[in-house]
């Protein structure tokens, strides 16, 4: 109960945070968006993810995802306005010259954003009707885990694994490539995992299948509960 509270605390002074960063440094954070502070500490993952892959992870890719998407959305006027996702899902309206850089950057903004919030939890196996949905749409947790590993395992490249949710709260299981995300089809994320060498690399090296089994033992199912019924009621963005 304590942690639940101090978590809900953390999240909701992030509001506040992003405001003091943003009167602080105009210039170094010119545009609409800025880093959302990891809701725990950079060790909080140890011994499966460790403190130093975090803090790169967080400080400086997902910070130069943010950077770009705000370089990219410069001279953009309304397209800067759009929430994320919408902006993510309407890609065919960006104009060509900023639309790769969105797509990458935003992506990845979106991306990360969603990865952060469900770790940080002890792992062990959903409840409720998050269970129930992986039950019936994923053939139940231990074959979820099998078929998304291998999803991951088998990204060629860089990319993400991801369980999309749908406003009557059916799941489905699917790997995109890059930065892309099923917020790109109007789709929305329940969870996913980064496949990208940089999320794993210090700790892992080329043992993708290591970290992708060890990942299940840092997921906040909580939190994914909280997503679930967000989806359910129209309300999840990202
Ligand atoms: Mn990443």
């Given at each position: 109960?304590?942690?639940r509270?101090?978590?809900?605390?953390?999240?909701?002074?992030?509001?506040?945070?992003?405001?003091?960063?943003?009167?602080?440094g105009?210039?170094?954070q010119?545009?609409?968006?800025?880093?959302p502070?990891?809701?725990?500490?950079?060790?909080a993952n140890?011994?499966h993810?460790?403190?130093?892959?975090?803090?790169?992870?967080?400080?400086?890719?997902?910070?130069?995802?943010?950077?770009n998407?705000?370089?990219?959305?410069?001279?953009?006027?309304?397209?800067?306005?759009?929430?994320?996702?919408q902006?993510?899902?309407?890609?065919?309206?960006?104009?060509?010259?900023?639309?790769?850089?969105?797509r990458?950057?935003?992506?990845?903004h979106?991306?990360?954003?969603?990865?952060?919030?469900?770790?940080?939890?002890?792992?062990?196996?959903?409840?409720?009707?998050?269970?129930?949905?992986?039950?019936?749409?994923l053939?139940?947790?231990?074959?979820?885990?099998?078929?998304?590993?291998?999803?991951g395992?088998?990204?060629?490249?860089?990319?993400?694994?991801?369980?999309?949710?749908?406003?009557?709260?059916?799941?489905?299981?699917?790997?995109?490539?890059?930065q892309?995300?099923?917020?790109?089809e109007?789709?929305?994320?329940?969870?996913g995992n980064?496949?990208?060498?940089?999320?794993?690399?210090?700790?892992?090296?080329?043992?993708?299948?290591?970290?992708?089994a060890?990942?299940?033992?840092?997921?906040?199912?909580?939190?994914?509960a909280?997503?679930?019924?967000?989806?359910k009621?129209?309300?999840?963005?990202?």
């Open positions: 109960m304590h942690a509270l101090h978590r809900r605390s953390v999240l909701t002074g992030f509001a506040a945070l992003a405001l003091a960063g943003s009167a602080r105009a210039a170094a010119a545009g609409p968006y800025s880093l502070p990891l809701p725990y500490a950079a060790d140890e011994p993810i460790d403190a130093r892959t975090m803090e790169i992870h967080h400080g400086k890719h997902h910070q130069a995802y943010v950077t998407l705000n370089a990219a959305l410069k001279d953009q006027g309304e397209l800067a306005k759009l929430p994320l996702e902006l993510l899902a309407g890609l065919d309206k960006v104009p060509e010259s900023v639309r790769t850089a969105i990458n950057n935003g992506g990845g979106a991306n990360h954003s969603m990865f952060w919030q469900v770790m940080g939890g002890k792992g062990g196996e959903p409840a409720g009707e998050v269970a129930a949905a992986i039950e019936r749409d053939g139940g947790f231990a074959k979820l885990k099998t078929d998304f590993n291998g999803a395992a088998r990204v060629f490249g860089s990319g993400w694994v991801f369980v999309t949710v749908d406003r009557d709260g059916k799941l489905a299981l699917t790997a995109r490539p890059n892309d995300t099923p917020l790109m109007g789709k929305r994320v329940l969870f980064d496949v990208w060498e940089h999320a794993y690399y210090l700790k892992y090296q080329n043992r993708r299948p290591d970290y992708l060890a990942w299940w033992n840092v997921v906040d199912w909580s939190r994914i909280e997503r679930y019924a967000a989806a009621a129209g309300t999840l963005t990202i």
